[in-house]
């Protein structure tokens, strides 16, 4: 009854259908680069580069620009700052990371206080509102999707390498620092796709836990990634139905789902450990 | 086999290296001779990694110089097979042990998925040569010490090296594997240099030519001047020495 009803208003809304084009295309960049994340053990840096993304944010909202600008330009910089952050100092690099990510969430606070008559969008942008992705935007997600998946698939192996161990890629004369910065770079542009579906506050857990829980069972790198590409696939539309269904925010519903599902999963794989 | 003896292929003269004025080497004058076998044995604390980061030119002597074949450590590194101890690696990472061999053949070049079939070839002959073939699909975390350590040695030889750096080599590994490991390196050692470094004096005697002992010091000896001594005695009479020499 439930199903057959949302099915004909996906029929009947534009909304609902840019919605699950876009869950399905934030799924597949947040597959493949979720499964570097996780296995770079790197989601802190994420989420430093995510919360900073408010600051573009607030300031794009400020100066009446389109707010998915000011992520994309923030999130960039917050990379590169972050990556240099890391690659140079040894010493506090978590502590620099954390004051660029309250900096950055501070900057858009207050440039949003500054922008007369701010209101719902400040909210869209933190929580993610994914019943409310533009067509507009959505050729800008269809974009990235397909720029983050060239470079993923030019530099694959050689980030495999500085992932798995970075000493042995220096030793072989890979150029290290350029591709963490390049990866950071990816994970900064997939953040900006995840943003639209979850929001900021959330991302992390979107851009981790479908990696997570197939890293779970996969034994190798790209399967590891396909399987996090379709648990994403699973999360995100059973989330907008559910939430659809019960009239509940999208962007929570979803990783409520991503969260109890890998809950489930890392006690099943302990207790199969255990078991073995 | 042209004999390069007393042609010494890796130098540190007078070599100092200190953490924050700390100082973890001093005065480290060896050479070592292309094909020579070297146990580097020392305490923990000694500088044996300090050492091997200085070989690999991640770090830079404070005073003094290392010169490999005639280059600096960091031209020399593609001559350099360099084997990390195993239980630095991430479990959980998910990777097959043949694709692990065959990304030490990365260069930065190499774009998009596969590689050239001749990798493949050398990289699966290489697992034959260390008799760990049949483990080629499983995953890194899944093998014991002692095939883990295979696979890196199969890894750092994929470059043909002239000289193999092993970091701690049979640290927690039982004696049988210890010995298979060092079998091993024995067999190498007819076209490469070996350098191995390890806190532990047993086995290794019997298959080393030359022992240096280090202790923010180091003193080098032929195994073969030494003979109707144990390693044991070199070893203790080294680090006495080293302790005496240090106000230890």
Redesign the interface.
Known sequence: MIMAELFSSIATYTFLQNAIIAAVLASIVCGITGTFVVVKKITFISGGIAHAVLGGVGIAFYLSMPPIIGAFIFAILAAITIGLVKLKANQHENTVISALWAMGMAIGVIFMYLTPGYSTDLLSYLFGNILMVSSTNLYILAGLNVFIILIVLVFYRQFVAITYDEEQARLRGLPVNFLYILLLCIIALTIVVLIQIVGIILVIALLSLPAAIAGLYTKTLHAMMFSAIGLGMVFTLSGIAISFSLNIPTGATIIIICGLVFLIAINISRFIYKKN | MTDKKNNPIIILDMVDFSYNGEPVLEDITIEIDSNDFVAILGPNGAGKTTLIKLL?G?LKPGKGKISILGKTPIKA??Y?G?V?QYST??K?????VI??VK??T???N????S?KKEVTETAFSLLEKLEIQTLAYR?FHELSGGQKQRVLIA?ALI?EPKILLLDEPTASVDATMEKDIYDTLKMLNENTTILLITHDVGFVSSYVNKICCLNRFASMHSVAELTGKSLFDIYSESSKFLQHHCNL
């Open positions: 690999l991640f590194r593609k350099i360099y990390p690696f991430d959980d990472y998910p990777i097959h694709d692990i990304m030490n990365l260069t930065a190499s774009f998009f998925l590689y995953n890894r470059n």
